[in-house]
């Protein structure tokens, strides 16, 4: 069972000795397992993780995630028309545009160990900018996603796209207002309320 099972799924749970709570800014990197150290941070930047192992519990992340926030009548914002064919069971109402849309929902290229962000580029966004984008999102990754640092992740989409590399490489990072860190992959994007689910494909 990886550690997003032990953290997230069945089976009695074992806390970490880390806590994001407990990280300074200059304090050493996490010398951890890839899924755990973005578990850490990805929580540490305030966003909203639900792991999953199979399709009836992503199903079900899904139908809780409406719920909880009362979407059930709310347009749902999608580029991607395959996570659209994919989720066309859920009931969910897609639309071709942000600008009556509650939810951008959306795939991604990778999840960052090294920071808990997340990388999406232009198969995810087009044209679009993050401003222009609804505040809520909610990102379906698997965990063959996982990469230990951005130049990884840069370097994998050079690789996977050879000589059509996808333009607006972007990272989300700011799950919460009041975080303020910026790097140069993530600067000038506005904060997301943000739920990742994660699919164990592993």
């Not at 970490?16 to 996490?30: A, F, I, T």
């Not at 972007?170 to 990742?196: A, C, M, P, R, V």
Request: net charge neutral; proline share 3%.
């Amino acid at each position: 069972m990886s550690i997003f099972g032990k953290l997230f799924g069945g089976g009695k749970k074992k806390s970490s000795d880390y806590s994001e709570k407990n990280r300074g800014v200059h304090m050493p990197e996490l010398d951890l397992p890839i899924d755990e150290k973005f578990t850490i941070y990805f929580k540490k930047n305030g966003g909203k993780f639900l792991y999953c192992d199979s399709s009836a519990e992503v199903s079900s992340a899904i139908q809780n995630i409406v719920m909880e926030n009362d979407w059930g009548n709310s347009f749902f914002f999608s580029i991607d028309p395959r996570l659209e064919e994919k989720f066309s069971n859920e009931h969910i109402k897609f639309s071709n545009s942000p600008k009556n849309s509650t939810v951008f929902f959306t795939t991604c290229e990778h999840l960052i160990a090294q920071n808990g962000s997340i990388l999406i580029s232009s198969n995810q966004l087009k044209e679009k900018k993050m401003n222009e984008l609804p505040e809520n999102f909610i990102v379906y990754a698997t965990t063959s996603q996982l990469t230990p640092s951005l130049g990884d992740g840069l370097k994998s989409i050079k690789n996977k796209y050879q000589g059509s590399i996808p333009a607006n490489i972007t990272t989300i990072k700011h799950f919460q207002s009041n975080i303020k860190e910026e790097d140069f992959l993530s600067y000038g994007s506005s904060s997301k309320n943000l739920y990742l689910i994660l699919m164990e494909d592993l």
